[in-house]
């Protein structure tokens, strides 16, 4: 089992920025593919980012691009997000997930694990 604790989510004004971190802890937690999804109120889960275990593979979904940036820090087991420029439309709860060697990056269920997520707010 790999447990995900997400953290830094807010209000922020449009323009602005946050930085989000998920917690691994559990079995094995460094060896994982981990990604950072978002869900607006009445939408579906949208993916974000995702970044492979060794941090040399990093793919950013179209509307972030430019915008957020993945890494991880696999001595203290924990991932970011930095989001920089942040926009109304990026409002969601953002969650953090885990798997190994996802064939399908973008699909929520190639993905095991999950946090409960943290709600990122950005005004205009």
């Known amino acids: 089992q790999v447990q995900l604790v997400e953290s830094g989510g807010g209000l922020v004004q449009a323009g602005g920025s946050l930085r989000l971190s998920c917690a691994a802890s559990?079995?094995?937690?460094?060896?994982?593919?981990m990604a950072w999804f978002r869900q607006a109120p009445g939408k579906e889960r949208e993916f974000v980012a995702f970044?492979?275990?060794?941090?040399?593979?990093?793919v950013y979904g179209d509307s972030v691009k430019g915008r957020f940036t993945i890494a991880r820090d696999n001595a203290k087991n924990t991932v970011f997000l930095q989001m920089n420029s942040l926009k109304p439309e990026d409002t969601a709860v953002y969650y953090c997930?885990?798997?190994?060697?996802?064939?399908?990056?973008?699909?929520?269920?190639?993905?095991?694990?999950w946090g409960q997520g943290t709600q990122v707010t950005v005004s205009s």
């Open positions: 559990g079995r094995t937690s460094s060896s994982y593919d």
């Open positions: 997930a885990a798997t190994f060697q996802p064939r399908h990056i973008v699909l929520n269920d190639e993905y095991d694990y």
């Open positions: 970044i492979n275990w060794t941090g040399t593979n990093k």
